[in-house]
């Protein structure tokens, strides 16, 4: 099994690498093969989607394609940021808009999308500094979009989303603990 990681935090420091460090140990352990992408590391940066028309989007890319490589063998795609402004960061939103794209991800048949990526898995763990009845006050967008409007539209079956509530108020062991639990979350899901 292949799992390829998503990270998206500007700090080396920041808490969302540490769960990506603690589910990529889980599936180490089980024999699988796992690769991280830090998306503030230039070796794989992309510009903004920008195009004038459709066509201009099917045009060479090299890392797009690398990308869509990397999906494409990846039984398992895991997704690790921060919440700002109760979304993703804008690069993980860029990394979505260029690479989770149309004719790759998904199609659209007789008018309807049809995910592409249906027999693979993906997760998804944020981290965030709010309470968890703020969110859930507002309807935890993020998880629907992630849920629905992206992993499910591209047929993922979506096997986790998390969300490491109150972060700056948790203790270190409360910290290990969560990571212990992405651990075991790793090496449980196939």
Same mark, same amino acid.
């Given at each position: ?28 352990? =089980? &024999?699988? !093969?796992?690769? /991280? ?9 992309? *510009?903004? +989607? ?67 990526? =249906? &027999?693979? !898995?993906?997760? /998804? ?9 703020? *969110?859930? +006050? ?53």
């Amino acid at each position: 099994m292949k799992t390829l990681i998503i990270t998206a935090h500007p700090s080396s420091k920041g808490f969302t690498h540490k769960i990506a460090d603690a589910y990529k140990r889980g599936k180490e352990s =089980k &024999g699988d !093969t796992v690769e /991280v992408i830090d998306l503030y590391k230039t070796e794989h940066e992309q *510009y903004f +989607l920008k195009y004038e028309e459709k066509s201009d989007m099917g045009k060479p890319d090299p890392v797009r394609d690398l990308m869509h490589q990397k999906m494409t063998e990846a039984d398992n795609l895991v997704f690790v940021h921060p919440l700002w402004w109760i979304g993703m960061p804008a690069i993980m939103k860029n990394w979505v808009d260029v690479n989770v794209s149309a004719r790759f991800a998904f199609q659209y048949i007789n008018g309807r999308p049809v995910g592409m990526m =249906k &027999g693979k !898995t993906a997760s /998804v763990f944020i981290t965030c500094d709010g309470a968890f009845w703020i *969110y859930s +006050l507002i309807g935890l967008p993020f998880m629907t979009i992630w849920r629905f409007g992206i992993l499910g539209l591209c047929g993922y079956k979506v096997q986790n989303i998390k969300v490491f509530y109150e972060k700056f108020k948790r203790t270190e062991a409360e910290q290990k603990s969560f990571l212990a639990k992405v651990e075991k979350l790793a090496i449980k899901k196939s």
